[in-house]
């Protein structure tokens, strides 16, 4: 059982940037694939980044360039840093996980088994 937690989130205004955390203080994360997704109000959920154990990545084509996942397995910690943040950024952001110790690949489909309750970006000047 994990208990996700995002932080990281707040108001920026546009062109500005924000890293994302993810972390488990009670789990060792670094057997689990590890995605973000966002949700906008009254749009579905969106897949942007997933990161595997392994430490391959893949991004939505919608985000590419702008958004980087990474992960540090010493601070047990994944992250996601967003640059050139815009008004369509606003969003509650998500990371999720599975557990995959050996998996070379990740999905950006919302199947993952673990989620946090999110934290809230808002893009404003």
């Known amino acids: 059982q994990l208990d996700l937690v995002e932080s990281g989130g707040g108001l920026v205004q546009p062109g500005g940037s924000l890293r994302l955390s993810c972390a488990d203080p009670e789990s060792n994360l670094n057997f689990f694939t590890i995605a973000w997704f966002r949700q906008a109000p009254g749009k579905e959920r969106e897949g942007l980044a997933c990161?595997?154990?392994?430490?391959?990545?893949n991004y939505a084509d919608s985000i590419k360039g702008r958004f980087r996942i990474s992960r540090d397995n010493a601070k047990d910690t994944i992250y996601l840093q967003i640059n050139d943040l815009q008004p369509e950024d606003t969003a509650r952001y998500y990371c999720a996980a599975d557990y995959n110790p050996r998996s070379p690949v990740c999905s950006l489909l919302p199947h993952y088994t673990y989620w946090g309750p999110g934290t809230q970006v808002a893009v404003a000047s």
């Open positions: 990161i595997s154990t392994t430490h391959t990545t």
